[in-house]
Antibody, heavy 121, light 107 residues
Framework: QVQLQESGPGLVKPSETLSLTCTVSGGALRSYYWSWIRQPPGKGLEWIGY???????NYNPSLKSRVTMSADTSKNQFSLKLNSVTAADTAVYYC???????????????WGQGILVTVSS | SYVLTQPPSVSVAPGQTARFTCGGNNIGSKSVHWYQQKPGQPLLVVYD??DRPSGIPERFSGSNSGNTATLTISRVEDGDEADYYC???????????FGGGTKLTVL
């Protein structure tokens, strides 16, 4: 059974960079896409971006200018950096596995438990 | 960009049937996936319109046609109380799209 675990600071100051890591156990990064999704308090799910294990990325256009995702296959980890954060970036951040696209669709089959990141001075 | 629309809330009594709609332009031409979220992370309950992951009860089923996809929960239990999100894939951008979610209240 694949398991994902987010880690990183729970508090980030405005204008600074949010950095999170997702550690994958029970399976390799290889052959899958890996994604970050966030959920502001009391609101719905917002997709941030995904990356293939080899490094190619695809980001939400609304966040693209501030987002960087990368992977370390030797550690079975992938990471998220979101710069110039504001209070609007306060959310629970989830990492998730995205299955390879088959035909015209794909979905998220495994999710981390989520980590609350608060942006505040 | 592609938009999915869900009603904010659904209420049913235990033992009854709950239906969640997910509206989108010609959504019947896409595959729709459904997630259940109790406090904590989302859980995939239906994928590719009407397939269930291992461990998901047969009470959960889905359909998709025209401009509406539907998740149906039969014989609703107290433990089904949660938020339910639909998700599709926008092939023109290769982006996932989520609906806004529907909160199920079991009366």
């Amino acid at each position: 059974q694949v398991q994902l675990q987010e880690s990183g600071p729970g508090l980030v100051k405005p204008s600074e960079t949010l950095s999170l890591t997702c550690t994958v156990s029970g399976g390799a990064l290889r052959s899958y896409y890996w994604s970050w999704i966030r959920q502001p308090p009391g609101k719905g799910l917002e997709w941030i971006g995904y990356m293939y294990y080899s490094g190619s990325t695809n980001y939400n256009p609304s966040l693209k200018s501030r987002v960087t995702m990368s992977a370390d296959t030797s550690k079975n980890q992938f990471s998220l950096k979101l710069n110039s954060v504001t209070a609007a970036d306060t959310a629970v951040y989830y990492c998730a596995r995205l299955l390879p696209i088959v035909g015209t669709t794909t979905h998220f089959d495994f999710w981390g438990q989520g980590i609350l990141v608060t942006v505040s001075s | 960009s592609y938009v999915l629309t869900q009603p904010p809330s659904v209420s049913v009594a235990p033992g009854q049937t709950a239906r969640f709609t997910c509206g989108g332009n010609n959504i019947g031409s896409k595959s729709v996936h459904w997630y259940q979220q109790k406090p904590g992370q989302p859980l995939l309950v239906v994928y590719d319109d009407n397939d269930r992951p291992s461990g998901i009860p047969e009470r959960f089923s889905g359909s998709n046609s025209g401009n509406t996809a539907t998740l149906t929960i039969s014989r609703v239990e107290d433990g089904d109380e949660a938020d339910y999100y639909c998700q599709a894939w926008d092939r023109s951008t290769d982006h996932p799209v989520f609906g806004g979610g529907t909160k199920l209240t079991v009366l």
